[in-house]
């Protein structure tokens, strides 16, 4: 059955949906049975503005061996960023300590 | 007569838990006559179209039925169900009370039709069908109960009850009040097959009127044509206990009723 676990973290960020962009400060993640897709389970995250009500949201639903590889992508990708952009994002990190 | 008749499906206002008023998706079958009524309570990712398709084949096989926008308080009308269900989500779900109160005001509007026989029905899928199980147990006026695959019905931990769900549904088992139908996939992880058998030791020790039919090959969800879990002959299958059972408890027949 269909469980209410929702892992659920801030982020700082902007996000496309239905209205236009949006800045979004909230990821709620969960593996459930999806909405929408035809998977019997998928791994959906919800990014929302819930310091402007939340209502609005950009949905994903993905498999769990894509998501897993999307994981590893965003890791990837941020690592080669850092090389590429001079370890902006560490720099970023320690100048906001 | 045309051996398939019509059928009427609308969006309706109903007054729900503590007179809250909202939607309701509601079929009924077109033909003159009286119908048993069923309510059908959706799943916790929100009111789907699903959940409509369900309630269509209920008016087709001859029953007036409604379900419950149980997240109507959290949007607007052109709000998508499935964005009120993702803020229900986050928001630790709704409880079980007021899901009761939704299911009770559903049951009213259906008993309030010119159409009504007076018999009502509950199904429900997935923590629609744990709520058919509350339902049974604590509600008064149901005919006859459906539980699809209801997870949670047994909770082990009891640091999975909380406010909105302070009670395992099987800890009220005794107060079941009216005939169960089970229906449950030996392949589900939540029911699983082991906490679908504790639950009928439960109701053969209180001695309730129930029938449990498990399903080979079959998981979760197994009815829902829209997903892999799909699975054709026992969804098949499974439909037409569903169809027995209600015939059985809400009317002679729907169909000798319509013609009445």
Redesign the interface.
């Known amino acids: 059955m269909c469980s209410y676990i929702v892992e659920k973290t801030a982020l700082v960020g902007s996000a496309k949906g239905r209205k236009g962009w949006m800045r979004i400060d909230t990821a709620n993640v969960y593996y459930d049975h999806p909405y929408y897709s035809t998977l019997d389970h998928v791994l959906a995250i919800d990014f929302t503005n819930e310091g402007e009500g939340g209502r609005d949201r950009v949905a994903v639903e993905l498999s769990a061996e894509s998501a897993r590889a999307l994981v590893e992508r965003i890791l990837a990708a941020l690592a080669s960023g850092d090389v590429a952009h001079g370890r902006a994002s560490a720099s970023v990190a320690v100048a906001a300590e | 007569m045309s051996y398939y008749q019509g059928l009427q499906a609308e969006v309706v206002s109903f007054r729900g838990h503590n007179g809250d008023q909202g939607e309701a998706y509601y079929a009924r079958p077109l033909r003159a006559g009286k119908f048993p009524g069923v309510v059908v309570i959706h799943?916790?990712?929100?009111w789907?179209e699903w959940t409509t398709e369900v309630v269509r084949k209920l008016a087709h096989h001859g029953y007036a039925a409604i379900s419950p926008h149980l997240y109507f308080r959290e949007?607007g009308p052109n709000?998508s169900p499935?964005?009120l269900?993702?803020?229900i989500?986050?928001a630790?779900?709704v409880a079980d009370a007021q899901v009761m109160g939704d299911v009770t005001g559903a049951m009213t509007y259906l008993r309030a039709q010119p159409n009504a026989t007076g018999k009502i029905g509950v199904i429900g899928f997935?923590?629609g069908?744990?709520h058919t199980y509350l339902a049974a147990c604590t509600l008064n006026g149901i005919d006859a109960a459906v539980d699809c695959?209801?997870?949670?019905v047994i909770v082990d931990n009891p640091k999975d009850l909380n406010d909105k769900r302070p009670v395992a549904p099987i800890d009220l088992t005794e107060k079941m009040s009216c005939p169960l139908l089970g229906i449950f996939g030996n392949d589900d992880a939540?029911?699983t097959a082991d906490q679908v058998n504790r639950t009928e030791a439960v109701l053969k020790k209180f001695g309730k009127n129930y029938e449990f039919h498990r399903y080979n090959g079959a998981?979760?969800?197994f009815f829902n044509w829209?997903?892999?879990?799909y699975r054709p002959e026992q969804a098949m299958d499974g439909w037409r206990k569903v169809f027995d059972f209600f015939n059985r408890y809400l009317a002679t027949s729907a169909a000798s009723i319509a013609a009445e």
């Open positions: 799943h916790i990712p929100g789907c949007g709000e499935d964005d269900g993702a803020r989500r986050a630790g779900g997935c923590s069908g744990r695959w209801g997870g949670n939540n029911p998981g979760h969800a829209q997903r892999d879990a």
